[in-house]
Every structure is written in C-alpha cells, then in structure tokens.
C-alpha cells in the first residue's frame, strides 16, 4: 500500500492556493458526461453532492435515512468554528491551525488542517447566503462565543442548534439541485458494498431499505460522506442509525482505514439510566462554562447531594487542573471523570456519574442568567431524566461521541483506492488524535463545498475511465456477495437478536477501548471479540425477509461490521504505545497522571490495509511538523 | 385570466376566495341586522324600511346578485375545500385527540350547511312567502306583522333561534380564520383579533335571537 | 410497570392493516417511548415475530424521523415533545396505549409504522432555498440583518420536517411545515429576493402532492414539537397573495 499524501510543495500558507491552480479542470461540455455517486447526505454528503451538481457534473446522493435533512449532522449543538476575527481578538487563519493541531496532540497533517482553517472563513460566507440563520448582535452583525476553553470567540452559532440549522442549509443546496434534475437521490437507500474496477473505485451496491431490492450503480468516481463510527460502542451520541459499513466496506476492497482507535469521549453526556438504554444524549459542552463538577470524597456516599456539606465535597477539575479548572478539554475532563468513578465515588444508582453544579452560578448570577444561558439545555435535561437542574445538580458521564479516525485519505481527500473519495467525519485527516468544540461542522462543510470539488474534478480531468455498465462480471460479483450475506443473516434463525450482540460488542469496547486502555485489556478484547463474532454467524436470529422494509435485517448487517471493526479499533490501540489525545494508554502517562506521547516513534498515522484472512497489515504515514513545534498539552 | 384561475385553483387561493367572500357575507348580516332591529322601534320603523328598500329596486337587486355571488362563491369553495381534505385522510384514525382546535372550527361544514338551510326556508318564509301562504292577504310591505305572526310558532321560533346559534358558531371560527387566511393574523394583532372575531360573532347572534325571543316572549306584538 | 399497547400493524404499502394489541410487560419508568418499543420488539423477535417497523434515528429530538401518533395526539402527551423524547413516566401502570403512523394520502405507510414523507422533500425541492452557487457569495458581514429578524427566522427554521402538523391536522395538511420554510426564507434580505416565486412553487408542489388545505384550526401548532407558530401560515399566506398580485400585472 502506497502513502503518498501528496501534500503540495511551498511554504504553508499558499499550498491550497497553489493547489488550485496547478489541479487540471474539466471542460464545461465534458462535465456533463461525469458521473460521481455520493454516499451520506449530511454536511459533508450533501455539500459536496450539491456543489459537484453546480459544477455540471451528474451526481447520484444516497442516504439510508427516510430524507437527506434527517443525516447525524443536525444534532451538533455547539457552533461551527472560523478564523473571521469578527471579534478583533487576535483570531487568525494561523492560530485557528495552530489551535486545531494543538488540540489534536500533533497527530494531525499540517497541510490538511491549515487549508481547513483558510477555507473555515468562506463557510460562514456560503451558510449565510443561503440563509442560515446564525446568531446576531443588536448592531445585525453575526454573534461570536468562545467554545471549548479558546482563547478567542471565533466560534458561530445557531442558538443550539447550529448543525441542524447548516445542514438545512446544505439540504437545501442540494434540494435545489434534485429539483432542475442535476442530482439523483436515493433516500432509504443503504450501501452496502463498493465496486473497485481495474483498481479504481466505480460504482457501488445499495439495499433499497424500503423495498429490500439491491441496485447497482456505476460512475467515474465514489465519494464517502458517510460519519464516524462512534456506534461501535452500542451507547453514543450518534444516532441509532449510524454505522460503519460503508467504510468498513471500503477498507475490505482495499482502501486504508488510519487510526481507528482515535475516539472521543464527550465529557458532558447524561449517564445510562438502565440497561434498556438504546442511545446518550449529550448536554452542551458550553455547561462547563459555569457548572462546576464534582464527586463526594468518601466512597460509596450515597447522600443526596445537598447533604453533602462542602468540604466533603471534590472538585477534582478545579483541583487537578487550576489553570483551565471545569474547562479543561474534552479528552481530559472525559478521564478526570472515569478516575473519580474507578475509585468508587461515583454518583447515582450505577455509580457512573458525577456532578455538574450550577448552585455557584445561580447564587452569583442569579437564576434568571443562568436560565437565559443554558435554559434549553436545563429543559432538555429534565425531559429526558425529570430531575430539575435548578434545585439539584445535573448528573453527567462521559460518552462516546465522535471519531477522529477514519478512512486514511491524500492531500485531495482520496483514499487509497483510486477515485473512492472520502470526506467529513469518515475521514481521517484534521482532527489528529482530538478533536476540538465546533470543528466538526467546520471540516464537514470545509471537504464538501470547498475541497472536494476542486480535487475530484482534478481526478476526473487527469484519468479517463473506461465505459463500464452495471451488467458488468464485476458489479454481478459484488451484488452476488452483497446478496449471500443477506440470505446467510436471514438462514441462520438462531436464537439471539443483533441488537444483543451489539451490545455485548459495546460493553466489551467500552470497558477495554474506551477512556483507557492497557494492554492486557487490549489484549483481551481481540480473544473475545473474534469468539462473540463467531457465536452472532451462528447464533444470529433476523426475523421476516430481505425482500421488504426488515430493519431486524439491517441490524444484523451493521452489526456484522462493527463486529469485525471492533477488533481492528483494538489493534490500533494495541499498536499505539504511547497515549494522545483520546487515545490513553494506562502504560503510557506522566507521573501526576497526564498522558505522555511519544513523539520519536508514534509520530505517524496508523493505516490498516485489510488482508483476507489474516491479520491486516499496518503501514505509517509519517507526519512532519514544518510549521509548528511539537509540544506537550499542559492545562494545569 | 389564467392567474386568477391558478390562484383559485391552489388551496391557499381558494382559501382567500372564501376569506373574503366570508367578509361580504358578515357585512351582510351586519347591515341586516341594523335593519331588523327596527322592529324594536315598532311597524311603522320597520315597514318603511322594507318599503325604502324596494324604493331602489335596481340598486337592491345589484346587491342582491353580488350577495348571491359571494353566497354561491363561498358555498362552492367550502365544497371543494372539504372534497380535498376528505381525500387528504383515506385512513382515518382508530384514535384521535384534540388538542388546541375548537368545535366550532371541526364543524365548520354542519353550521355551515344548517346556516344554508336556514337561509333557503327563510327566504322562502320572508322573502318568497312560500311556506306561509297567508302571508299573501297582508299588505305587501307588513313584515312586521309577519315576523309577529310567525314567532309565535314554537317551531319556526325554535329553528330560527338554532340556525342562528350555530351561524355564530360559524362566525365564531369564520371571522379569526379569515383573518389568518388573508395573511393577518400576526404579531400584537392575534389578540384583538381574536377578541373581535369572538366579540362580532355573539353581538350579530344576540341581535338575531333578540327578536324572535322577544316575539315569542310577547314582549313585542302587534 | 406494564402497559397494554395497541399497535397498527401493515406488512406493505397495499396490505389492509389491522390494529393489534400487545402486552408491554416490566418496563421501566426511566425508559424512553421507542426504548419501549424495542424491548416489545425483542419480545417479539425472541418469539419468532416479527417487530414493529417504527422509524427513529437520532433519539434526541432533531432529527425528525420518528414519527408516532400516540392516543390519539401526534408524539404523543408531552407538549414541545417528540416521540423519542417520551418516557414511560408519562404514562400509567396498566395504561392502554394507542400507537399508529402518521395518516395522510401525502405519506403512504411503508410498513407498520413507517410511513413515507419523501413529499415533504418535493415541497423544499420545488422552492426551499436560496438560488445560490457554491462560491463567490458576499462576505457573512456584509448585510446586517436586525436581531429580531434573524431570531424569528430561527424561530421557524427550527422545525425538523417530522410532519407531525400533517397528522394532527383534521384535514393532512402541509401548511405549517411549508410555512415555515418560506418564513424562515423570506424574514432574511438573502431569501427575500425570490420570495414570491418560492410560496407560489412551494404551495403549488404541496397542492400536487394531496395534502388538505388549511381550515386554521391551529391543531399544527400544538402538537408541533419545535413549537412552530401558526403565525408563520399567516406569513405565508401574505406571501402568496403578494405573488399572486405581482404574477397578475
């Protein structure tokens, strides 16, 4: 497998520039003749798929969601991040790459991450021409907040519902296009394979989850938008629906899958209630802005928290982390957390939980403040557990909630397979090994609108591919594939749902791939990930048929991915023996419990190359830091 | 030509359509009323009034094809409006609630379709003399002495009071719904109109039902 | 707790569907509606049955796609609430509950539950956006635009196309999630511009499609999960007049 980045030459800041110009375009009339299919419809997806329709190019979007505007995008609450300097606070282009390389504990690539900052600026330009209707000040220009402990307000925001409000956006770009016919869109239409021909991607397999019927579909080139795959765990913030197949797919034809131990863990979630839980649901990180966490010293404390005089009380960020207090990072908070629970002071019947106190903030700021601050998330919060946060503090858990890693992909966000693009969340490339508040919609929109365009048409003008028809021996192959497993899932009648395996399969991760690893936990996990994979071919029951809506049957066909994923996400772990932003090895930490990276021989991305069979094959993206001098995080 | 025939043609059109034919009926029924409470006054007050307006029969009968335009204009919308939302809902709930609507806006249809009834037994009651042939014998212009004569039924009494209890049903959801219709029912204006549409609907009804109440109570006779 | 559901079932879009009822059995009050219904389902596939078909996928409110009439009220009791956001505790110990799709000719039932809303996308399809490329837009400051129009215009755009309006409504009509795409459009100097030719395309689509029309009964609202005001019809309603005056000279 080769690893050519293909990271343009020059100094940083006109790469992208450069770039572009140097990229080979394609001529208006032959546009017309390109086909590109998009899989995902969510910021990513649905930007690049209306773009590349703009562009004159025949795009075909897919989604297994019932409409393009229901994608997990809608359900980011915080903002999107861009170097305006609006604010006149000192924000540059640099600084936001700066930041987001920092944050990502140097595990990202430096050319990546500086475009995304140089385009994050045209974002908000597009979002709100389109409408999006951000936040204003009095004087109608656009609102900033600072997110996520930033020095800076650079972030932009949609009250909190900033990713819904951009992929409406985005939704109706694309609507515009599948209205004057530019863009064909499949809703509930699921992926299930990828067709590689003659070494380059060309088309794909799609199960209509209305109909159960498999289609397939050709063109000169295959963009992935299809998220994170954060649902290995069972319980995350994503959405029931999201999973991994179509990369997990991807990976098994032959594209490199980079880092996939990088996981984040959202500190401020509300805790499982019980094991019917099907899903977590994240509290804004902006809580932590005046919410101070705390656990009971004594173990086992099981007094309601207002019994709990104040000197009996931990503050354990305030304590451990001075400098940034209830504001240090994700990554840190999420651990800060997990320690306070291992060591038996945990709150709420499981014991996994600790406190989020606004009684400081209301008596300093008074109630009206706060509710004018946070009252839609204090309402969501009793909603969902019919406890008050006015009068009791909020109980939170860290969860799982996005993934920085992904499909490895170039400069040009292609893969290692010829014309299999992959852009946003399903990809690896600006996040490193964390990623920072309200960058996402950032890097989602960034590879949809801005990069992906330019650089696919680049790969359409540089290679000509060659007539290829569905009826082709090699689309016949991989639907006939597609189509045994269907009939396998659906013949085994065992006696088990697929939602139990996933489960098991969450437990497992989580409990050994989760906040912190170790080797033998690492170790443990492969022993019995392989066993649990090996009883779901055997024991597996999906109920009904493939020929009709059967969403026991697109369980099971998830859940058979994320079982073999799983284990590649502990053999990432396993290899990586150092710990870095999300990805904390217990062997691997500072004496006073930070995690300790090692730069001299864990600079490099992690790429799997599947091998069928046999164990997959690691190979190393170096990354080289130009630019900015590798340091060791410190939030004391 | 075109426009107007697509405007009709969409629902929000033909919405507006009834909106407004909505607003000349009301101020029918307002300008009625003003009239009819004449009675209070005695026959005379009354009588000339009905004289007066057969006075200017040409002017009487162009409000006359403009009332009956706006009636059948509004009765054919309704009909089409009500075809489409029935064919909207092929399978109805086995359960279903409400919430916020009130009855008088999921009856629009009945008190719409008793108001008609009424309207067609009283023109042929008043207006044509059809149902009371002895009406024939009296002068031309004693409608005073018919509305005496025919409150004294219990039954037509009842009918009139009945229709007219459900015509401001009928006002009731029609006047605020108008508004909406049109566009105008927005902002600090939903409160008043809300009011108003409440407030128009029970004075025009209590007009109405002053009379024959009055009449089969005695308190006015001949 | 226990609670006895009484759930429509419909193997496909042309079969007859029936109402059939179902033992929900130790469930606890802390669960959601949909997890509920998962563990009735894992009832039923341990039965060898097959599960209710329900559409759900975020679980937290935004998305959208579930979709459940429950007793008679579109997502059920709780106001500003939508299915998934449910929980037991809303209900009682041997409560009986009536669970069925969203019924309309516009969203033909798929199977069980689930129903069709693609027509919801036409509409936005038909007109549901600002005419504007990728690319070569003004910069974000460059129109000011007063705070009370843009928190109006998210005030609309808050709505998740769930389509629980078109079930409330007596007669399935689209009003209230049409109004408040042109709401949100038109409050905004960059949505105005083609503002008219949005209403007219967007109520023309929502004509086609076999929706009811809209008898102002305010039912939409008060089911509406995102709490869309029916003042965002009357909006749009003085849309459409406005286009249809300009399309007449």
């Known amino acids: ?636 | 030509m075109t426009s107007i025939s697509s405007f009709y043609r969409s629902s929000v059109g033909c919405k507006m359509v009834m909106a407004l034919t909505g607003i000349g009926l009301v101020g029918f029924l307002c300008a009625h009323l003003a009239g009819n409470l004449l009675v209070f006054k005695g026959p005379e007050a009354l009588n000339h009034y009905a004289r007066t307006l057969r006075d200017y029969l040409p002017i009487l009968w162009v409000l006359r094809v403009g009332l009956l335009a706006m009636f059948v204009l509004h009765i054919v919308s309704a009909i089409r409006l009500t075809q489409l939302n029935r064919w909207a809902r092929p399978v109805a709930y086995t359960n279903k609630k409400n919430v916020r609507s009130s009855l008088s806006s999921r009856t629009m249809m009945l008190s719409g379709l008793v108001v008609l009834s009424f309207v067609l037994y009283h023109l042929a009651h008043l207006t044509f003399r059809w149902t009371h042939p002895e009406f024939r014998e009296l002068g031309e212009f004693d409608v005073y002495q018919m509305l005496v004569m025919s409150f004294h039924s219990p039954y037509v009494a009842f009918f009139y009071c009945l229709s007219i209890v459900l015509l401001m049903s009928h006002l009731h959801h029609g006047i605020v719904s108008l508004f909406q219709s049109l566009g105008l029912y927005h902002g600090g204006l939903q409160p008043v109109i809300r009011a108003a549409g409440a407030g128009v609907s029970v004075l025009l009804a209590m007009g109405f039902l002053s009379i024959p109440i009055a009449i089969f109570c005695g308190w006015i006779g001949l | 707790m226990n609670v006895r559901l009484h759930v429509w079932r419909q193997q496909s879009a042309n079969a007859p569907g029936k109402m059939v009822q179902y033992e929900a059995t130790d469930i606890s009050p802390t669960m959601s509606f949909l997890e509920m219904l998962d563990l009735v389902n894992e009832g039923l596939v341990a039965k060898g049955e097959e599960p209710i078909a329900f559409d759900h996928d975020c679980r937290e409110g935004i998305c959208g796609t579930c979709s459940l009439m429950i007793n008679g009220v579109a997502h059920g009791p709780n106001e500003a609430t939508t299915s998934c956001q449910l929980h037991m505790r809303s209900f009682h110990e041997g409560q009986d509950i009536y669970i069925e799709p969203w019924r309309a000719r516009a969203f033909p039932v798929i199977r069980d539950l689930v129903t069709d809303r693609s027509a919801f996308d036409r509409i936005i399809q038909a007109g549901g956006f600002v005419s504007v490329n990728t690319g070569g837009v003004p910069d974000a400051n460059a129109i000011a635009i007063p705070k009370p129009d843009a928190e109006a215009a998210m005030d609309a755009a808050a709505c998740i196309g769930c389509g629980a309006c078109v079930a409330a409504c007596k007669n399935a009509s689209a009003m209230l999630f049409v109004s408040a795409k042109v709401s949100h459009l038109s409050l905004l100097p960059q949505g105005k511009i083609e503002g008219s030719r949005r209403a007219t395309a967007m109520v023309a689509q929502m004509d086609l499609e076999g929706f009811g029309s809209c008898t102002n009964t305010q039912e939409c609202e008060a089911v509406c999960p995102k709490e869309i005001s029916v003042a965002s019809i009357a909006r749009l309603n003085r849309e459409f007049l406005k286009a249809s005056v300009e399309s007449s000279h």
């Open chain 1, 1 to 636: 497998m080769q690893l050519d980045a293909k990271v343009p030459a020059g100094n940083l800041e006109s790469k992208w520039t450069r770039h572009k110009f140097d990229m080979k375009l394609v001529a208006p009339a032959n546009k017309r003749k390109k086909k590109v299919l998009v899989v995902g419809t969510g910021l990513a997806g649905a930007a690049a798929a209306a773009t590349l329709a703009e562009q004159g190019y025949q795009v075909e979007a897919f989604c297994y969601q019932d409409s393009a505007r229901r994608a997990h995008s809608i359900a980011a609450q915080g903002g999107i991040n861009a170097a305006k300097n609006y604010q006149g606070d000192g924000d540059s282009i640099y600084r936001l790459f700066y930041d987001t390389i920092k944050g990502g504990d140097f595990r990202a690539r430096e050319a990546n991450v500086y475009r995304l900052a140089e385009v994050s600026v045209q974002i908000i330009d597009q979002a709100v021409a389109q409408g999006v209707p951000f936040a204003r000040e009095y004087g109608g220009l656009l609102a900033n907040r600072s997110f996520g402990g930033a020095q800076v307000s650079r972030t932009f925001y949609a009250r909190g519902q900033t990713g819904q409000q951009l992929l409406l956006g985005a939704y109706s770009a694309l609507s515009r296009q599948v209205g004057c016919g530019a863009v064909k869109l499949h809703t509930r239409s699921e992926m299930l394979d990828l067709v590689v021909h003659e070494g380059r991607a060309r088309g794909i397999i799609v199960r209509n989850l209305a109909t159960g019927q498999l289609t397939r579909h050709v063109a000169d080139a295959v963009v992935l938008a299809t998220g994170g795959y954060g649902n290995t765990f069972y319980l995350s913030t994503n959405a029931t629906g999201c999973n991994v197949t179509a990369t997990h797919r991807a990976y098994k034809r032959g594209a490199g899958f980079a880092n996939p131990c990088y996981t984040q863990i959202h500190p401020t979630c509300i805790p499982v209630s019980g094991d019917h839980q099907s899903k977590l649901t994240l509290m804004s990180e902006s809580l932590r802005n005046d919410g101070r966490v705390w656990v009971p010293q004594k173990q086992g404390d099981k007094r309601k928290p207002a019994d709990i005089p104040e000197n009996e009380r931990d503050y354990f960020l305030e304590r451990k982390y001075p400098g940034f207090g209830n504001l240090a990072p994700r990554d840190i908070a999420s651990r800060s957390a997990k320690e306070a629970c291992d060591s038996g002071r945990g709150i709420g019947d499981s014991g996994l939980g600790v406190y989020l106190d606004f009684s400081a903030a209301i008596s300093r700021l008074g109630k009206p403040l706060v509710a004018e601050r946070y009252g839609n998330l204090f309402q969501m919060y009793e909603k969902i557990t019919a406890e008050n946060p006015y009068e009791t503090p909020m109980r939170i858990y860290p969860a799982v909630h996005y993934t920085m890693g992904g499909l490895w992909v170039d400069y040009n966000l292609q893969s290692t397979i010829p014309g299999l693009f992959v852009a946003g969340e399903a990809n690896f490339s600006d996040h490193g090994a964390n990623r920072l508040g309200a960058s996402a919609l950032m890097q989602g929109l960034a590879d949809g609108y801005f990069v992906l365009p330019s650089t696919l048409g680049n790969y359409l003008a540089e290679n000509s591919t060659p007539a290829l028809s569905v009826d082709a021996p090699v689309f016949q192959t991989v639907q006939g594939e597609v189509e045994a497993q269907v009939q396998k899932l659906l013949s085994i009648q065992g006696t088990r749902s697929p939602s139990s395996f996933h489960r098991e399969l969450g437990l497992l991760l989580w409990e050994h791939c989760g906040m912190a690893r170790d080797k033998a936990g690492l170790e443990m996990a492969l022993r019995k990930i392989p066993e649990l994979r090996k009883t779901f071919w055997q024991d597996v029951r999906v109920t009904g048929s493939g020929a009709a809506l059967n969403q026991e049957l697109e369980k099971a066909g998830r859940v058979a991915d994320f079982l073999e994923f799983g284990e590649l996400m502990c053999l990432d772990a396993l290899s990586r023996e150092e710990s870095c932003g999300g990805h904390f090895r217990t062997e691997y930490q500072t004496e006073d419990g930070e995690a300790k990276r090692d730069d001299a021989n864990f600079s490099h991305a992690s790429v799997w190359e599947y091998q069928d069979g046999r164990a997959p094959v690691m190979h190393k993206e170096p990354l080289v830091f130009e630019n900015v001098k590798l340091a060791t995080r410190s939030y004391k």
